[in-house]
Antibody, heavy 120, light 110 residues
Framework: EVQLLESGGGLVQPGGSLRLSCAASGFTFSSYAMSWVRQAPGKGLEWVSV????????YYADSVKGRFTISRDNPKNTLYLQMNSLRVEDTAVYYC?????????????WGQGALVTVSS | QAVVTQEPSFSVSPGGTVTLTCGLS?????????PSWYQQTPGQAPRTLIYSTNTRSSGVPDRFSGSILGNKAALTITGAQADDESDYYCVLYMGSGISLFGGGTKVTVL
């Protein structure tokens, strides 16, 4: 059974940093692209970032480019999102998601999400 | 920048059929955009229904189907049930690693 478990969320002040982790199990982690998707309170889903199966290619939404860094540790079956220079508008539930294949397109399985609140 | 468009809301009768669409503010949606569809109820994580235009995710009943209709991606729900009442989101792959979500469609079953 595929399982994705996010951790690391919490309250942070504007300008601060936070690192989210997503522990994966139930599949061969190193064979799939992985993504982060977020949802601000009462709003729709927003694609944030994707990383290739090897970790060699990463892509970001314009809203987070230069501030967020996606990475993965394949031997540890863990996906990360390092978030720096956080803004109030980054407040959201952050979901990690597994792609259906090595391709960077689509998501097949989702974690339960981690809440990040940016507030003074 | 392109905008992915979805109907804000739709209403369907129990047992009825509804087709939700996913378009682009400029241009047509084709299979090259690898459209995916997700279902979400309040307070829950999204659930994948369809990826790569028309591939059903594991465990998704066959009353959910994906296609390209004209210049848009489409999600059709046949035999609507009460627990289909949810928000539905599409996402399109724009190329160069970038994906864009639509604003979502709220489906009411009544």
């Amino acid at each position: 059974e595929v399982q994705l478990l996010e951790s690391g969320g919490g309250l942070v002040q504007p300008g601060g940093s936070l690192r989210l982790s997503c522990a994966a199990s139930g599949f061969t982690f190193s064979s799939y692209a992985m993504s982060w998707v977020r949802q601000a309170p009462g709003k729709g889903l927003e694609w944030v970032s994707v990383i290739s199966d090897s970790g060699g290619s990463t892509y970001y939404a314009d809203s987070v480019k230069g501030r967020f860094t996606i990475s993965r540790d394949n031997p540890k079956n863990t996906l990360y999102l390092q978030m720096n220079s956080l803004r109030v508008e980054d407040t959201a539930v952050y979901y990690c998601a597994k792609a259906p294949s090595r391709a960077l397109t689509g998501n097949e399985y989702w974690g339960q999400g981690a809440l990040v609140t940016v507030s003074s | 920048q392109a905008v992915v468009t979805q109907e804000p809301s739709f209403s369907v009768s129990p047992g009825g059929t509804v087709t939700l669409t996913c378009g682009l503010s400029s241009g047509s949606v084709s299979t090259s955009y690898h459209p995916s569809w997700y279902q979400q109820t309040p307070g829950q994580a999204p659930r994948t229904l369809i990826y790569s235009t028309n591939t059903r995710s594991s465990g998704v009943p066959d009353r959910f189907s994906g296609s390209i209709l004209g210049n848009k991606a489409a999600l059709t729900i046949t035999g609507a049930q009460a627990d289909d009442e949810s928000d539905y989101y599409c996402v399109l792959y724009m190329g160069s690693g970038i994906s864009l979500f639509g604003g979502g469609t709220k489906v009411t079953v009544l």
